[in-house]
């Protein structure tokens, strides 16, 4: 399994990026998957999940960016996009997509096959 994010850059606040994951050997929707992100200076485990969409479409958000965000899958493309909008500063941070062994409750448990990462930055 490989997942490859891309799509971030710097931005203004109050902007907006598509980010996107591409997976190859893993059929997008075939399980859950996440966002996470991860600010400069944390640790691994300091990661923050932004969110998650599980195999029958159910997307569930942090709460710090509810309104803001949404996770969607293009088949076509076996891609993952989290489109975030109204961009602030505190949303700077790199971006991960990642599997989930399941999704249970509000949570993406045990991710794993994390992709490199896409860094966005908001600029004010």
């Known amino acids: 399994v490989q997942l490859v994010e891309s799509g971030g850059g710097t931005v203004q606040v109050g902007g907006s990026l598509r980010l996107s994951c591409a997976a190859s050997?893993?059929?997008?929707?075939?399980?859950?998957m996440a966002w996470f992100r991860q600010n400069s200076g944390h640790s691994v485990e300091e990661r923050e999940r932004v969110g998650f969409i599980t195999t029958d479409g159910t997307t569930r958000y942090a709460r710090s960016m509810e309104g803001r965000v949404t996770i969607a899958p293009d088949n076509a493309r076996n891609t993952l996009y989290l489109q975030i909008n109204n961009l602030r500063a505190e949303d700077t941070s790199m971006y991960y997509c990642?599997?989930?062994?399941?999704?249970?409750?509000?949570?993406?448990?045990?991710?794993?096959?994390w992709g490199q990462g896409t860094q966005v930055n908001v600029s004010s």
């Open positions: 050997g893993f059929t997008i929707g075939s399980g859950c």
């Open positions: 990642v599997l989930c062994t399941f999704c249970y409750a509000g949570n993406c448990y045990s991710p794993h096959d």
